[in-house]
């Protein structure tokens, strides 16, 4: 590896016991087994120097896992994505103030693309020949476009069940989109298995996930900023794998420990579907183990049955006073429908799962409506189109006359 291929990256820190090993494909510490995940020696770092980069992740490139000259190499530029005002969903909902974090707009509609650019970063690195992921559908989407802008070979691989739209928003990316029969734990466990025995092959979400799951961190970096450099009283964060909500939570810490924000007390809540819900069960029975499931639920892109960080989201949310909550998959589908028609924002199932969850949580009285509230929007509602299908639709069809249209009772 050239020097200064992981920025101030310098080493890779078990989040079990602690054990550091040198940066490299690696994600499993070799004493514990635990999860590995960046450690850094920051430099010091100012507002202004963040506010003069460009506008995407690469602003905060010397918190990140990339070399200094990452905006050389062809990628995707994603994030720094727009911040919402959610006063009409606000009023409705009873929160005073209330934001949307939009991550539909990034390049493939998904928060993904930032994950994807730092592990594709790091695929570089490593000298990886093939850029790979098993995925829910948005992973899929962001490896396959970044992919083919790196020019560099792409195999995704995808439960055979995965909604259409998602699918096809791969496949034009790439000819390796492998449909495999099982839900998105077998598709992963295929994954950990060739990744084992093919060399040259980056896995975004396996041998080089510490690296991938550090792009999450820059939606923290932005809400903080876009906040104007302060943290939110409580934020709702959308559970599959758990990687994000840990993420936002460690972007939030380093920024504080950086001096760039106040340090506060926050909340941070997990927003899960009922019918792959493990996270937000063991939240609710007091316990710290997951037991892992079989998902059911149309809320696919959270549909991840055996949580890899879902343990530390557990400690997350009950270290900052948050919680961990599941809603029905008719819940979601209203969710949907009520952030559109508030807030001009076609939100995906996870969406709807994070906005149906923040409803719940004010009905229940776990979330204060008085406090300053963020929640996360990860992916764009033409994705998950057969979700609400049904729900939506013309109000009438009339003859081309004004008589029809009174006749109508449209006003």
């Given at each position: 590896?050239?020097?200064?291929?992981?920025?101030?990256?310098?080493?890779?820190?078990?989040?079990?016991?602690?054990?550091?090993?040198?940066?490299?494909?690696?994600?499993?510490?070799?004493?514990c087994?635990g999860?590995?995940?960046?450690?850094?020696?920051?430099?010091?770092?100012?507002r202004?120097?963040?506010?003069?980069?460009?506008?995407?992740?690469?602003?905060?490139?010397?918190?990140?896992?990339v070399?200094?000259?990452?905006?050389?190499?062809?990628?995707?530029?994603?994030?720094f994505?727009?911040?919402?005002?959610?006063d009409?969903?606000?009023?409705?909902?009873?929160?005073?103030?209330?934001?949307?974090?939009?991550d539909?707009?990034?390049?493939?509609?998904?928060?993904k693309?930032r994950?994807?650019?730092?592990?594709?970063?790091?695929?570089?690195?490593?000298?990886?020949?093939?850029?790979?992921?098993?995925?829910?559908?948005?992973?899929?989407n962001?490896?396959?476009?970044?992919?083919?802008?790196?020019?560099?070979?792409?195999?995704?691989?995808?439960?055979?069940?995965?909604?259409?739209?998602?699918?096809?928003?791969?496949?034009?990316?790439?000819?390796?989109?492998?449909?495999?029969?099982?839900?998105?734990?077998?598709?992963?466990?295929?994954?950990s298995?060739?990744?084992?025995?093919?060399?040259?092959?980056?896995?975004?979400?396996v041998?080089?996930?510490?690296?991938?799951?550090?792009?999450?961190?820059?939606?923290?970096?932005?809400?903080?900023?876009?906040?104007?450099?302060?943290l939110?009283?409580?934020?709702?964060?959308?559970?599959?794998?758990?990687?994000?909500?840990?993420?936002v939570?460690?972007?939030?810490?380093?920024?504080?420990?950086?001096?760039?924000?106040?340090?506060?007390?926050?909340?941070?809540?997990?927003?899960?579907?009922?019918?792959?819900?493990?996270?937000?069960?063991?939240?609710?029975?007091?316990?710290?183990?997951i037991r892992?499931?079989?998902?059911?639920?149309?809320?696919?892109?959270?549909?991840?049955?055996?949580?890899?960080?879902?343990?530390?989201?557990?400690?997350?949310?009950?270290?900052t006073?948050?919680?961990?909550?599941?809603?029905?998959?008719?819940?979601?589908?209203?969710?949907i429908?009520?952030?559109?028609?508030?807030?001009?924002?076609?939100?995906?199932?996870?969406?709807?799962?994070?906005?149906?969850?923040?409803?719940?949580?004010?009905?229940?009285?776990?979330?204060?409506?008085?406090?300053?509230?963020?929640?996360?929007?990860?992916?764009?509602?033409?994705?998950?189109?057969?979700?609400?299908?049904?729900?939506?639709?013309?109000?009438?069809?009339?003859?081309?006359?004004?008589?029809?249209?009174?006749?109508?009772?449209?006003?």
């Amino acid at each position: 590896m050239r020097e200064g291929a992981f920025g101030n990256a310098t080493a890779l820190a078990c989040r079990e016991c602690g054990q550091q090993v040198a940066l490299g494909p690696f994600y499993a510490c070799p004493e514990c087994f635990g999860p590995l995940e960046i450690a850094y020696d920051f430099p010091r770092i100012t507002r202004e120097e963040i506010e003069a980069g460009p506008r995407n992740i690469w602003r905060y490139k010397a918190l990140l896992p990339v070399p200094t000259d990452i905006e050389q190499s062809p990628n995707m530029e994603p994030g720094f994505t727009r911040l919402l005002r959610a006063d009409n969903l606000g009023r409705e909902l009873g929160i005073a103030t209330l934001w949307v974090k939009d991550d539909s707009t990034n390049p493939t509609n998904s928060f993904k693309d930032r994950v994807v650019a730092c592990a594709l970063s790091a695929a570089r690195e490593l000298g990886a020949k093939v850029f790979a992921c098993p995925s829910t559908g948005n992973l899929a989407n962001a490896v396959a476009a970044a992919g083919a802008r790196a020019g560099i070979r792409t195999v995704v691989f995808i439960p055979s069940n995965l909604e259409q739209p998602k699918q096809v928003n791969s496949a034009v990316y790439t000819d390796s989109l492998v449909a495999v029969d099982g839900n998105y734990d077998d598709v992963n466990k295929l994954a950990s298995e060739i990744a084992g025995e093919e060399d040259g092959w980056a896995f975004v979400n396996v041998n080089v996930r510490p690296y991938y799951a550090e792009g999450s961190k820059t939606l923290g970096y932005e809400i903080a900023e876009q906040l104007g450099w302060r943290l939110p009283d409580q934020i709702v964060i959308p559970v599959a794998s758990g990687s994000q909500l840990t993420k936002v939570h460690k972007a939030f810490q380093e920024l504080v420990r950086l001096g760039l924000v106040e340090d506060k007390p926050y909340k941070v809540f997990g927003a899960q579907a009922e019918g792959c819900s493990p996270v937000s069960v063991a939240y609710k029975a007091g316990v710290d183990a997951i037991r892992p499931v079989k998902p059911d639920t149309i809320a696919k892109s959270l549909a991840i049955g055996n949580p890899a960080d879902g343990i530390y989201v557990l400690d997350i949310c009950r270290q900052t006073g948050g919680a961990v909550e599941d809603v029905t998959d008719d819940q979601v589908r209203d969710a949907i429908v009520l952030l559109a028609r508030t807030e001009g924002v076609f939100t995906e199932t996870a969406g709807g799962t994070t906005v149906a969850v923040l409803r719940k949580l004010v009905e229940t009285g776990q979330l204060d409506p008085e406090l300053e509230t963020v929640v996360i929007n990860t992916g764009h509602g033409l994705k998950t189109l057969d979700a609400i299908s049904d729900r939506v639709g013309p109000v009438a069809t009339i003859a081309p006359s004004y008589a029809a249209f009174t006749d109508a009772g449209i006003v």
